[in-house]
């Protein structure tokens, strides 16, 4: 065995260079998360807005469907808008500060709202 310290640990091999972190991944990866979840937004805000578009002309427009695309345009808006907040806080800083829970919570908020804005799309 390598690593012959007592204590937490013990017994567990010590691989080489441990302890050493490159503090610009991590952020960078975050980063493309929140690119990715937003344009994954943007697809679905798009697709909602082709299926009111694209609702059947003879029975007039549907209101329960443009209600639910009207609710999803501004919650994608809003997640926009919180992506770019914590991707600019991000980039700013090596070591950015963890992620705020109103902010976690505004993302959790906006991705619900706009999964019951899609259903009534469906429906």
Do not use: K, N, Y
Request: net charge positive.
């Amino acid at each position: 065995m390598t690593g012959g310290a007592a204590g937490a640990g013990a017994g567990a091999p010590v691989p080489s260079g441990a302890g050493v972190r490159d503090p610009g991944l991590q952020p960078e990866r975050t980063r493309l998360a929140w690119r990715r979840t937003a344009l994954a937004f943007t697809v679905v805000a798009v697709l909602a807005a082709r299926q009111v578009a694209m609702g059947p002309a003879e029975e007039g427009p549907d209101v329960v469907a443009i209600v639910g695309w009207g609710a999803g345009a501004l919650v994608w808006l809003a997640f926009l808008g919180v992506a770019h907040r914590r991707t600019r806080a991000l980039r700013t800083s090596p070591r950015p500060a963890v992620l705020p829970g109103r902010t976690a919570w505004a993302a959790t908020g906006c991705a619900v709202v706009l999964a019951l804005s899609t259903v009534t799309l469906l429906f």
